[in-house]
């Protein structure tokens, strides 16, 4: 069986897919407009290095509908909806699924009258519609029609690796032990008023993530807590000269640890150093790091916008507040701050609740289903190509 990805290669959503497929004997090939290499499948980058911004899914969608045909996939794949998807509609190719991940729902939509008769376009011809949390699901109907279902398959977590030194079977060193160390690389020394606590994130630095609320909210910590608090940020983006000026304006510039970049396999360590994990988006279709963060055994702060109030649940495995609120995100943090036995509390049920929720292997298999049920629809014949889960 071969399956078509139409969707980023970069993008850790976009690989551990393919991945997933292709490690279950399926014949993966990607169609990125972003070069990437993923193991186990073929990429096809298209589009060059022309900066043609959005305009080039127009662009070059006549060239990606000949490479799609050229491929004979038995099934097509796209991954994010008004890119992607919106190639996938034109090229005719079926069965056809279409998965939503965020902006390309709550935003894209509503940016034009055009954008929105783009989504209804690529809904209308998708055989299958995917979303990842209720929320999304619940806006997608929006604009799908009434026949057709939008299945809720979740960008899961796996749980062996995202997992508490205790789970892992690592030794543990207590949370309140540790020295947390600053970005001028020298350690933090608790205060007598109690061990140190390290807050953090791991995120795109970019306006919607909202980092500069986090920066404000652990400046007016630093002023209660001492040294005793610090905070880790991990990521790159546009916005990061800014966010460091923005530290460094606010006294806090070397209490702050800009990690950079990390690789999707080195988050789970990255976690595991971290107490309190705060996801202050302004939007976010889904909040896949909550998962994570959760997994990892650690209580969450985060904002209660788009789909986080699906993968946080306020008072039990974490606490919401509003968006772009610097002063209710640095009362929550406070508040976990100085209660270690309520980290202890919110961390071990978010485990459990992801565990319930969000383990990948179950997210895999409902769309392994979904493929099924698709190639038996068509042709009841073609179906036995498909060697999942051996």
Request: aromatic share 8%; net charge positive; proline share 6%.
């Amino acid at each position: 069986m071969k399956v078509v990805y139409l969707a980023d290669a970069p993008y850790p959503h976009t690989w551990r897919w393919v991945q997933h497929f292709a490690r279950s004997g399926v014949e993966c090939e990607v169609i990125s407009f972003r070069p990437a290499q993923i193991e186990g499948a073929r990429v096809h980058y298209v589009g060059g290095a022309e900066p043609l911004g959005k305009a080039r899914y127009l662009i070059h969608a006549r060239r990606v509908r000949q490479l799609i045909e050229s491929l004979q996939p038995d099934l097509l794949h796209a991954l994010h909806l008004t890119s992607y998807g919106f190639l996938g509609a034109l090229s005719g190719v079926r069965p056809l699924v279409i998965s939503v991940w965020g902006t390309d729902v709550l935003e894209a939509p509503r940016l034009t009258p055009f954008h929105g008769w783009l989504t209804r376009f690529a809904l209308r011809r998708a055989d299958a519609i995917t979303a990842t949390g209720l929320h999304l699901a619940t806006e997608t109907t929006r604009y799908a029609p009434r026949s057709k279902r939008v299945t809720v398959v979740p960008y899961g977590v796996d749980l062996d690796r995202f997992a508490p030194e205790s789970v892992r079977g690592e030794p543990v060193e207590p949370r309140a032990s540790r020295r947390p160390s600053t970005s001028s690389g020298r350690t933090a020394t608790a205060s007598a008023e109690g061990a140190p606590v390290v807050i953090g994130t791991a995120a795109r630095l970019s306006p919607e993530k909202g980092i500069a609320y986090l920066i404000e909210a652990f400046a007016a910590l630093r002023r209660r807590f001492g040294e005793r608090l610090t905070l880790r940020l991990a990521g790159e983006g546009p916005e990061r000269q800014k966010l460091e000026a923005l530290a460094r304006r606010l006294g806090v510039g070397d209490a702050v640890d800009f990690r950079g970049w990390l690789e999707h396999e080195e988050l789970p360590a990255f976690l595991r150093e971290l107490d309190v994990f705060v996801l202050p988006s302004t939007a976010e279709g889904f909040g896949v790091a909550a998962v994570e963060a959760s997994a990892t055994g650690l209580p969450v702060v985060a904002t209660s916008v788009h789909g986080i109030p699906d993968v946080v649940r306020d008072s039990v495995t974490g606490l919401l507040v509003p968006a772009k609120d610097a002063t209710a995100l640095a009362t929550a943090i406070g508040r976990l701050a100085e209660d270690e036995e309520l980290r202890r509390r919110l961390g071990a049920a978010g485990r459990e609740y992801v565990a319930q929720r969000y383990d990948w292997r179950r997210n895999a298999a409902q769309m392994e289903l979904i493929y099924r049920r698709l190639l038996e629809g068509r042709d009841g014949s073609r179906h036995a190509d498909l060697r999942m889960g051996a």
